[in-house]
């Protein structure tokens, strides 16, 4: 989930295992989600995006669910390797003006072997 | 492509001084951006720019300023940094828009 502080939360899970991180946006008029992955010392990439109009978006081995009922989003990785190791973001848009990109606080995930 | 590159990877800086944080990319992209992040905080944007000659401000754009001559630069200048200013910067590009970003590598400052 997001982060309280200083701290980044840590989701730690074994290798082959499935891991669910979560992220809970503020603005229930934000109309586009995209995850971010941040390996260490490096910018952010893109991972995936979802529109307001979809629950739920597929990619290779990751998959992302929006419930707007509940302002919340949650982006799963399948088959978690030992390179997903990273920060895990999720910023939401809101349209209309070009700087109008809100970005979470990220969650660590590390992968044990 | 070399993509979006960020020159220095780091630098320390005592309060006061001024310097130039140097972006580029070779995509031809339109919109370029500048952020920071700090521990504990999401990305937050600096100023950006939807195409040369264009540049706008974002969410905590005091203390900076930025200019877009050209498509494929975009440099963000510290006037008089200040030790609030130390973070990590990063630089992005997109093809049309905030929502296609391409980041850089970053550059870590220090202002003592």
């Known amino acids: 989930g997001e982060s309280v502080g200083l701290h980044l939360p840590t989701l730690s899970v074994q290798e082959g295992d499935n891991s669910i991180i979560n992220c809970a946006y503020s603005?229930?008029?934000?109309?586009?989600f995209i995850w971010y992955k941040q390996e260490s010392g490096k910018g952010p990439q893109f991972i995936i995006d979802i529109r307001s109009n979809m629950d739920k978006r597929q990619g290779q081995r990751v998959t992302v669910l929006l419930n707007k009922t509940v302002k919340h989003l949650s982006l799963q990785i399948a088959a978690t390797q030992p390179g997903d190791s990273a920060v895990y973001f999720c910023a939401e848009f809101t349209g209309g003006s070009q700087g109008n990109l809100i970005f979470g606080k990220g969650t660590k995930l590390s992968v044990k072997p | 492509n070399a993509g979006v590159t960020q020159t220095p990877k780091f630098q320390v800086l005592k309060t006061g001084q001024s310097m130039t944080l140097q972006c580029a990319q070779d995509?031809?992209?339109?919109?370029m951006s500048w952020y920071r992040q700090d521990p504990g905080m999401g990305l937050r944007l600096i100023h950006y720019?939807?195409?040369?000659?264009?540049?706008d401000q974002g969410e905590v754009p005091n203390g900076y300023n930025v200019s877009r001559s050209t498509t494929e630069d975009f440099p963000l200048r510290l006037l008089s940094a200040a030790p609030s200013q130390t973070s990590v910067y990063f630089c992005a590009s997109s093809p049309r828009d905030i929502l296609t970003q391409y980041f850089g590598p970053g550059t870590r400052l220090l202002v003592l």
């Open positions: 720019s939807v195409g040369a000659g264009i540049t």
């Open positions: 603005n229930s008029a934000s109309d586009y």
């Open positions: 995509m031809n992209h339109e919109y």
